[in-house]
């Protein structure tokens, strides 16, 4: 057992939000070692190596908090007083500017927007501090029920893509199925841009920067400039790299896809911009500014050093320094090239949420903001001070992995963040808003605390850090609203009481997948429909889980057998996906939702239950429906499968048939059986 920490330590880490135990299970309670504590308190900036230390900085930190008038930043809800000034000694005089630069005293009259504010107390003491006013609530999605399609966009090839999904597919699918399907959204995996090298990290979910989207996904001949390149041999090789997917099989190639891209943007780099297109790339460089030009120096910086910052010469390690500003300078034209990549990608993203919208898609497209970015990549050298150096984000043991999880994701620094009025927090949001009809967020609880473990240690030697919810929310909901979407928080999994709650009380929807409803806290079935939450994105599965026609095979569990991954005798993990398939299967059949079609074994009988489960999901009161696209063509393999790395071919699948034959964009949209599916979202509502 892990002996009991000091009391001093316990004290000092909980007054910088760092927790000293955690609960892998509501009966059950483990306490965090004094050295991952320690770790993670250094990672503050806080001194806890010896128990001199620990006195002397929990001294300091009690003085501070006892004698500071304000937090670095407070919030206002509209309607709502703000506490933090309420408590504020009688007699404290507030001044605020706004940011609009306007000074005002009137704090109950301030409109939305992140303002600076100072307090002077009447001994003296004088606080500055970011307050954030905001609206209580997150615009609610459409009115009625909104039904969409959920696709990886590299996987939905056309016979007009270079080999993988682009944003030309992306704006295809969104204005066929607004139009001929009346769909409300589509939802895609995270666009943010990769670390660059080969091979290339394919998963999405572990980006160089979430602030600037990845120009792999841009569709090439949609570009203005290239109607007056000569694209030379640039067609035939695109087409080989399709063909080699679509008609061979072949796994996607994102590397080879990026190569090929990459000598063709540098071509049409040589075409000079019109004068209307060079002023609208001016005005993207000046709004998007000094953020835009160090993530264009990383790239340009990475094509000489590598792509691991902590790699390079140390004065180029600071973003700051002088021999980076002369490094930019030495490197212009490449950060010109990188520049204007984030502005084309960024071009063709507002033409696909522009194309659904237009299609009578009342969300449009739903982006997915991963949940950090790459230790070595641009964020992390653009905005080090914002990370917690040597830490990695994770997730503590719990009844689903005995050992933890490291996902390898520098934290940001909550105290940093809060000193800065959020401000790299917004820019984030306000970037991916540009283009959104409503945002994703991918492990939601980390807006309320996030388990970091000290680089180099196992996963269960780490500590949950707290961030300051109620700021966080703040700036998601003022975002949000001031772009006119919503968002959807993905909460799956182990939450901490409360999280739920909150976020429904700001208007963020939850996510439920059909095969996690069940009655937890009583006899362990599936849910019926009319328990199910009203405020969520429900589904039939996701990406890192397998499809419906998988699932009701149990195909997922010979699949984990043949890889390894089995942690029980192949029999036992069959039987219990079996047991878990009937009890869906034997509701679904009292509910009249699957008459005389249960356990026929054919493909006939599977298209059915994949449409019950659906029809399931029409039942419940729930205000988002998505689908899982490739179940509109029965495919059998998930797109990305835990555990794995070399094993699987993660985030490297095309959209498929049920017998693994590669659908292109042009076969889905003529689906009888993905138009089947819909259908069953669009039948008239039951008495």
């Not at 061979?248 to 004068?275: F, M, Q, S, T, Y």
């Not at 998007?288 to 120096?297: K, N, S």
């Not at 050093?305 to 002369?326: F, I, K, M, N, V």
């Amino acid at each position: 057992m892990t002996a009991p920490l000091d009391e001093e330590l316990a004290r000092l880490a909980a007054l910088h939000g760092v927790a000293t135990a955690y609960q892998p299970s509501p009966d059950r309670t483990v306490t965090a070692s004094a050295a991952a504590v320690t770790g993670v308190l250094a990672a503050l900036g806080v001194d806890a190596g010896t128990p001199e230390a620990v006195r002397a900085a929990l001294a300091a930190r009690e003085r501070e908090l006892r004698e500071r008038l304000l937090p670095p930043t407070v919030v206002r809800w509209d309607g709502s007083p703000c506490e933090a000034l309420a408590a504020l000694p009688e007699g404290t005089r507030v001044r605020v500017e706004t940011e609009d630069g306007e000074f005002t005293d009137e704090v109950e009259r301030l409109p939305q927007g992140v303002h600076r504010l100072t307090a002077t107390a009447p001994d003296g003491r004088t606080a500055r501090a970011h307050l954030v006013v905001a609206p209580s609530r997150l615009p609610a999605p459409p009115a009625g029920r909104s039904y969409g399609l959920l696709v990886q966009l590299y996987s939905l090839l056309s016979r007009r893509s270079w080999g993988m999904g682009d944003l030309g597919d992306l704006a295809e699918l969104a204005g066929w199925a607004g139009r001929t399907l009346g769909v409300g959204f589509v939802q895609v995996n995270p666009l943010h841009a990769a670390v660059p090298g080969a091979p290339t990290d394919p998963s999405p979910y572990r980006p160089s920067s979430r602030r600037f989207p990845d120009p792999v996904h841009l569709r090439i001949e949609d570009v203005p400039e290239y109607a007056y390149a000569d694209p030379g041999s640039l067609p035939e090789r695109a087409a080989r790299l399709r063909e080699a997917v679509l008609e061979k099989r072949e796994l996607i190639d994102r590397d080879a896809v990026w190569e090929l891209k990459r000598e063709a943007l540098e071509l049409l780099a040589g075409v000079p911009l019109g004068p209307g297109r060079r002023a609208a790339y001016c005005d993207f460089l000046a709004e998007q500014g000094r953020a835009l030009e160090d993530h264009a120096t990383w790239c340009a910086l990475a094509e000489v050093h590598g792509a691991e910052w902590q790699r390079w010469p140390e004065g180029l390690r600071d973003p700051r320094s002088p021999e980076t500003a002369r490094a930019r300078r030495e490197l212009m034209d490449r950060v010109d090239f990188h520049s204007r990549l984030a502005w084309l990608t960024d071009t063709q993203l507002t033409a696909a949420q522009r194309a659904a919208r237009e299609a009578g898609a009342g969300i449009g497209i739903v982006h997915d903001l991963a949940v950090g970015v790459h230790p070595g990549g641009a964020d992390a050298w653009a905005q080090r001070e914002y990370f917690a150096a040597g830490m990695s984000v994770g997730a503590p043991p719990d009844a689903f992995n005995a050992r933890g999880q490291d996902w390898g994701l520098p934290p940001w620094r909550p105290d940093r963040l809060a000193e800065s009025g959020y401000d790299p927090y917004r820019r984030l949001l306000r970037g991916l808003f540009r283009y959104a009809g409503a945002l994703r967020i991918d492990h939601v609880m980390g807006l309320f605390r996030l388990w970091w473990v000290p680089q180099g240690e196992a996963p269960t030697e780490g500590a949950y850090v707290r961030y300051d919810a109620e700021a966080m929310l703040a700036v998601l909901v003022l975002e949000a609203s001031r772009a006119g979407a919503i968002v959807i928080g993905e909460d799956l999994g182990t939450v901490e009481p409360g999280v739920r709650e909150a976020l429904r009380e700001r208007g963020v929807l939850g996510t439920s997948v059909l095969w996690f409803e069940r009655d937890w806290d009583g006899d362990g079935r599936p849910l019926s429909p009319d328990r199910w939450r009203a405020d969520c994105l429900a589904t039939a599965t996701t990406h890192d889980l397998p499809s419906t026609a998988a699932r009701l095979s149990g195909e997922h569990v010979e699949l984990r057998d043949r890889l390894g991954l089995l942690t029980r005798p192949l029999e036992e993990e069959r039987a219990e996906a079996a047991a878990d398939t009937l009890e869906w299967l034997d509701l679904l059949t009292r509910l009249g939702l699957l008459a005389g079609t249960a356990g026929g074994g054919d493909r006939s009988s599977e298209e059915a239950e994949v449409q019950a489960v659906h029809r399931f999901l029409r039942r419940t009161p729930a205000r988002m429906i998505g689908v899982w696209l490739p179940d509109g063509v029965g495919d059998r393999r998930p797109q990305n499968l835990p555990g794995t790395w070399d094993q699987y071919p993660n985030w490297r699948l095309p959209i498929a048939d049920g017998e693994g034959r590669p659908v292109p964009l042009e076969e889905l949209a003529a689906s009888p059986r993905l138009h089947a599916l819909i259908d069953v979202l669009r039948e008239a509502p039951e008495a």
